[in-house]
């Protein structure tokens, strides 16, 4: 892979005119039981009850996997998605400027916490991206978000993960740049805790109802792009 340089603060611009065509539909405010019956077949159950219950929040923009094994590592729950955002001038046709994005969840369950399994995770994230993600001009972003299941979250782990944030520029942002995110949940506690960019806080916090947007996520996420 290229170079890595620590990402600058992002700053807020105008959205461009032209339109931001976009691979996947917004799916906000849908049942589970009124999606397509092809796309509830391909998700897994899971015999534990938070997994799976994490998967119904999930499963309208992540394919979902069950035990999945990456490297060594094993997750109970393990996810991602792929689009691509593209300006285009007047017709689909006339398209340019394509960026990829791309985002992987990687969730487990232990009954102890500690802040050196974290980094170690940490580190894995960036051994991912290393195999993983083809830096050129057409990839935007990857991230990685690590999600680890516990019975409860001492205070050096609530701490860490509460400052932590770790973004990596590729060859000085021109190949885009991945993330690595943590989250640390003790669901029978209702106790949760995410680095400073985990948008998948609130997916893994079941005791709180998911908040309505003024704009969907796809929207959103291109707004992101445009920055």
Do not use: C
């Amino acid at each position: 892979m290229s170079d890595r340089t620590a990402a600058p603060e992002e700053t807020a611009a105008e959205t461009p005119a032209e339109t931001v065509t976009e691979t996947a539909e917004e799916t906000t405010g849908v049942e589970p039981t009124e999606l397509p019956d092809e796309i509830l077949e391909n998700v897994p159950t899971w015999e534990d009850k938070y997994f799976d219950r994490v998967s119904d929040r999930l499963m309208y923009n992540y394919d979902l996997e069950k035990d999945r094994t990456i490297e060594g590592e094993r997750f109970e729950l393990y996810g991602e998605l792929r689009m691509e955002i593209q300006k285009q001038f007047v017709h689909p046709a006339l398209n340019y400027a394509n960026h990829e994005t791309e985002e992987y969840v990687f969730a487990r369950r232990t009954n102890t916490v500690r802040v050196a399994e974290l980094e170690r995770l940490v580190e894995f994230g960036h051994d991912l991206a290393d195999e993983w993600i083809v830096a050129d001009e057409e990839h935007f972003g990857t991230d990685y978000t690590f999600v680890v299941v516990t019975d409860s979250i001492p205070d050096d782990v609530r701490s860490f993960v509460s400052g932590f944030s770790d973004r990596t520029l590729l060859k000085f942002g021109y190949y885009g740049h991945y993330e690595v995110n943590l989250i640390v949940v003790a669901p029978d506690r209702e106790d949760a805790v995410g680095s400073k960019n985990a948008d998948l806080l609130e997916a893994v916090t079941l005791w709180e109802s998911v908040s309505e947007q003024k704009q969907g996520f796809w929207t959103r996420l291109a707004l992101k792009f445009w920055r």
